[in-house]
């Protein structure tokens, strides 16, 4: 069994996918494939139609977008606020990512990320917040930042969201079962639940 989560810490829907598919695969035995990407990149490649609706919002759907996010984040026990910087540049964030995954630390760095971000509204763009969000799960803040200027780091977020694409996907969270089987969003935990209890995909 192969269980993939490609995201970026920008998005609220994917902090609730971030917490809700970590007892999904504990409950079925199922390591999860962690994979940093940036949907900024995803975008400007197959879903250029999210900046015309961030450009010219619909109220109603805004408003009801704001209440079902309030309504998820009671349902998963987290605070989620709206950050004054949005969209974000994630980019430094999302490769620290990379460093925390290679070093083990990759669910309390991106626990962390998302905390700072959605819950304390803190602009993650900023190379202190992430030298503090870093510090605060055991790395050295400077160090982390010139580790994360790299450009064999930069490189591998780049393959990572260039492999998404290649593979269908369009936006963050994005999952995958035995590799082929892809399930958007945190409103499809549950039908990847249930992939991943009948051994893989169904027809």
Not at 22 to 29: E, L
Not at 42 to 55: G, K
Not at 175 to 185: A, I, R, W
Request: charged share 20%.
């Amino acid at each position: 069994m192969k269980l993939e989560f490609f995201f970026d810490c920008s998005s609220p829907w994917t902090y609730l996918a971030f917490e809700g598919i970590q007892p999904i695969a504990a409950r079925h035995g199922v390591a999860i494939d962690w994979r940093p990407i940036l949907v900024g990149g995803v975008f400007n490649a197959v879903n250029q139609e999210v900046y015309a609706a961030r450009a010219n919002p619909n109220p109603r759907r805004f408003a009801y977008m704001q209440k079902d996010l309030a309504d998820w984040a009671r349902y998963y026990g987290l605070e989620i606020g709206w950050p004054a910087v949005f969209p974000v540049n994630s980019v430094q964030a999302m490769r620290g990512a990379l460093v925390a995954l290679d070093e083990g630390r990759l669910v309390p760095y991106a626990r962390a990320v998302f905390q700072r971000y959605w819950r304390d509204l803190a602009d993650i763009s900023q190379p202190d917040v992430v030298a503090q969000i870093a510090a605060s799960v055991g790395f050295d803040g400077p160090a982390f930042l010139e580790r994360i200027a790299q450009p064999a780091l930069k490189e591998r977020l780049r393959r990572n969201t260039e492999e998404l694409v290649a593979r269908g996907g369009f936006g963050t969270p994005t999952m995958f079962v035995n590799g082929t089987d892809m399930y958007f969003g945190n409103d499809r935990l549950l039908l990847l639940e249930r992939a991943i209890a009948a051994d893989g995909p169904r027809a």
